[in-house]
């Protein structure tokens, strides 16, 4: 237990027992996911359930955890689960690699984990993911935009229902309530205004063999981090009974 026990020594060892016997989901694993699978992995989290199809590319540098020169080109899921079983070998990782739409959310959460840390781009994919979570009654942390942003200082967490600010929320809070789904799910959102692209680049610069094909965003390294650490934080609490 020497790895955790500044853990132990901060919540108690009841609290730390939780977090052992807990399973966190993580819906993909970019520049928000990889650092909410980081912080899961250093709290003693038993079991990290992650999910994603994609392939780290060299245009992830700039803001990926995962994403080093050695490891371009190959499947986020196996560079997770190496970098989890390097933090905490004691950790069981169910790594899933799949595309999540309306006919594959549901497989995806069986069985139900404890948590679930929606980081996904994909407006049809958090969506169908978000509905299904939360038609199992799964407690739910869903990324908002953290793109086109540079300012710490705005970055919130509430619930869907509370957002504001956020172009991404307003659009995932309106396909949701078609669905008759108006709140309980927590949100880790930004009041910043989108900035503008200062150049134009091309939708080449970061293809993905699924989904909808669209321009990238801009983006800096710090931001999608504190996101993610962000809905990890709200995971931990909550398994930890911190809230």
């Known amino acids: ?4 026990a500044r853990l132990i020594q901060l919540v108690g060892p009841e609290a730390v027992t939780r977090l052992e016997a807990a399973e966190v989901a993580v819906f993909g694993l970019g520049a928000v996911g990889g650092f909410a699978v980081e912080a899961l992995a250093r709290a003693g989290i038993g079991t990290l359930r992650l999910v994603d199809f994609d392939v780290l590319q060299s245009s992830n540098l700039n803001r990926q955890l995962l994403a080093l020169h050695s ?12 970098r989890v079983a390097d933090i905490n070998p004691a950790c069981r990782v169910d790594a899933r690699g799949g595309f999540v739409d ?5 497989a995806f959460l069986d069985p139900p984990p404890d948590v679930v840390i929606d980081a ?19 407690f739910t942390v869903s990324s908002m935009g953290a793109a086109c942003r540079l300012d710490p200082t705005r970055v919130r967490v509430a619930d869907l229902a509370d957002t ?24 880790v959102f930004s009041t ?25 965003l801009g983006s ?22 911190e809230k």
């Open 1 to 4: 237990m020497e790895r955790f």
């Open 71 to 82: 490891t371009l080109g190959r499947p986020k899921i196996e560079i997770a689960r190496h």
């Open 102 to 106: 309306a006919d594959t959310a549901t």
């Open 120 to 138: 996904i781009d994909g407006v049809n994919s958090k969506v169908n993911l978000l509905a299904a979570a939360h038609g199992m009654g799964i």
């Open 164 to 187: 504001e600010g956020c172009p991404l929320a307003r659009v995932v809070r309106k396909r949701l309530g078609r669905r008759g789904i108006r709140g309980g799910i927590r949100c």
């Open 192 to 216: 910043e205004p989108p900035r503008p692209s200062q150049v134009s680049v091309p939708a080449a610069v970061e293809e993905t063999s699924r989904g909808r094909q669209r321009p990238p």
């Open 220 to 241: 800096i390294s710090y931001l999608p981090a504190i996101f993610g650490l962000f809905a990890a934080a709200e995971a931990i609490r909550w398994i930890s009974r």
